[in-house]
């Protein structure tokens, strides 16, 4: 997957939830709300990757973003690549204090130096940052950065040779959240693969990577970055071989997942106070039926190809429902969108008796899926609580219900998408 095909959901979002944050006519308990959906539409999706020494980290980011980023400084500490207008580097001060990093590749950093920064003028870093966090020193200091690590991504990359006791000590603390967005990663692969280790060693972590990632990947990180190199053939079989291209892909379809959701959330926040803060700009020409705008509209969920990552290996019948839901989630809240503009305010009401609807019908769609495997057992679970839960929304008649209710739906739908990246 090129940086080309992936489209940002939240490039026709951003600028017209500004303009609604401005307007007196929302209410400031709206507004802090819409505030909080604003910063995650411009912050990009955090990555951490962390690891032990010489774990092949700093090889796996230049693979990543196809490019050798890492800076020439002896005895470097936490490391981040952000997006900048141009490329430049950085030190980050423990008091915060950041300033431009004018030593050579031999210079000592400031004692107080918490972290160094590059920027960077690449597209991909609009949507993600990437940080290095190693684990090392005392096993009190490792469990510190590994606590900072954690707490500061949205999405981490674990890598490793081996992910022995000690490796899974420090990151058993991780909380849930981020083990569904996270990645072991068994990197330089080529040389476990020569010694006869590989295949074994994978086999040994299957079971832990079941219950503690989102997903397994083996990596030859020299190869891969290797053939990315090849500007006439980037895309060939040495950059599929490596195992790099996998986990590429992965990374990102899990990066955009997130961003959708995130623009949903925003364009539900829009559809609430749009009537209201329509009614405030007094325009002169007389109303009109209203119709949804294209960035008023959820960003496209295209239709789930049977061939997807996350449906290979399942029944043809299991690949079918999971094209068949994602596309009934996405038409549901298109519709929701069109009806909450034609209602203006008390809609809860509706609101409440569509999402209601919703996951009833999910759940009767769901209900076909063969339960075999525990990951779709899992979500049909989901989904019949989800409806139980509407059902007790839908009694208060709130507006808090209402809110509530569109989260569970919003949570669906992610969880649904989800399943196509895994």
């Known amino acids: 997957m090129s940086q080309a095909q992936i489209s940002d959901p939240t490039e026709n979002v951003l600028q017209e939830l500004a303009a609604a944050l401005s307007s007196d006519q929302v209410p400031r308990e709206a507004k802090l709300h819409g505030s909080r959906l604003l910063d995650r539409l411009q912050a990009p999706v955090q990555v951490v990757v962390m690891g032990k020494p010489q774990s092949g980290k700093s090889r796996l980011i230049n693979m990543l973003l196809g490019q050798p980023v890492y800076p020439r400084i002896a005895d470097l500490p936490a490391f981040e690549v952000v997006h900048g207008d141009r490329e430049r580097t950085l030190i980050v001060h423990e008091d915060e204090r950041v300033e431009d990093w004018r030593g050579g590749a031999g210079d000592p950093l400031p004692a107080d130096t918490a972290m160094v920064r590059v920027e960077l003028p690449l597209p991909i870093l609009r949507r993600l940052a990437l940080t290095e966090v190693t684990l090392s020193g005392p096993t009190d200091a490792q469990r510190a950065a590994a606590a900072w690590a954690m707490d500061r991504a949205d999405i981490a990359i674990w890598c490793t040779q081996s992910f022995d006791a000690i490796e899974r000590s420090l990151w058993a603390p991780a909380p849930d959240r981020l083990k569904d967005h996270s990645f072991l990663v068994i990197t330089k692969a080529d040389q476990l693969l020569m010694k006869g280790q590989l295949q074994g060693r994978l086999a040994e972590l299957e079971d832990i990577v079941a219950q503690e990632f989102h997903s397994l990947y083996s990596v030859a990180t020299i190869q891969a970055i290797s053939a990315r190199e090849k500007a006439s053939d980037p895309d060939g079989g040495g950059w599929t071989a490596s195992g790099g291209r996998a986990l590429h892909d992965a990374v990102l379809r899990l990066v955009e997942t997130g961003r959708r959701a995130d623009a949903d959330n925003a364009l539900l926040f829009l559809s609430r106070y749009s009537a209201i803060i329509a009614q405030a700009a007094r325009r002169p020409e007389p109303a009109r039926e209203k119709a949804p705008t294209e960035a008023q509209r959820p960003a496209p ?78 979500l049909q679970d989901d989904v019949l609580e989800s409806a139980d839960m509407m059902l007790l929304l839908r009694l208060e008649q709130t507006e808090d219900a209402a809110a509530d209710a569109v989260t569970l739906l919003m949570q669906l739908k992610k969880e649904v998408a989800e399943k196509t990246v895994g």
Do not use: K, W
């Open 301 to 378: 969920v295209a239709r789930v190809a049977l061939d997807a990552p996350g449906l290979v290996g399942m029944s043809t019948r299991n690949r079918q429902i999971f094209s068949e839901a994602l596309d009934y989630l996405q038409e549901r809240a298109d519709r929701m969108i069109t009806a909450m503009e034609a209602a203006g305010g008390n809609s809860q009401g509706m609101i409440l008796d569509h999402c209601l609807e919703t996951a009833n019908t999910l759940s009767e769609l769901l209900a076909d899926f063969d339960s075999s495997d525990p990951a779709l057992s899992a």
